[in-house]
């Protein structure tokens, strides 16, 4: 079965900081880009997952949203099979499961993200 598994998640308190893993099962990470999405309490089914941080297939282009940049950092280990996403300074806003999946690029639509994983928890509470 070809996914992503992602781990990493917890508790935290505010100001924290937590290091999310994503790793290609059944497939390679090679020509791909890779984002990371979050889907807090509620999320309305059938709307968009918020998209948090991407890196591009060769690695020379990363995208944050307004909220993530300055704080998550985004990396890959093609040789891992694996990226990262570094999250600082977190706030009780970050609270969410977190998700990556495969797209063409960082821009493309976001129907086009696949090879969804189950997602890891992240708490940010006092």
């Known amino acids: 079965q070809q996914q992503f598994v992602e781990s990493g998640g917890g508790l935290v308190q505010p100001g924290g900081s937590l290091r999310l893993s994503c790793v290609a099962s059944?497939?390679?990470?090679?020509?791909?880009?890779i984002g990371w999405f979050r889907q807090v309490p509620g999320h309305p089914s059938g709307k968009e997952r918020e998209?948090?941080?991407?890196?591009?297939?060769?690695?020379?282009?990363?995208w944050y949203s307004d909220s993530a940049k300055g704080r998550f950092t985004i990396a890959r280990d093609n040789a891992k099979n694996t990226v990262y996403l570094q999250m600082s300074s977190l706030e009780p806003g970050d609270t969410a499961v977190y998700y990556c999946?495969?797209?063409?690029?960082?821009?493309?639509?976001?129907?086009?993200?696949?090879?969804w994983g189950q997602g890891t928890q992240v708490t940010v509470s006092s």
């Open positions: 999946a495969a797209r063409p690029t960082c821009y493309a639509a976001y129907y086009l993200s696949h090879h």
């Open positions: 059944g497939f390679t990470l090679e020509g791909i880009a």
């Open positions: 998209r948090v941080a991407c890196v591009s297939s060769n690695k020379d282009r990363t």
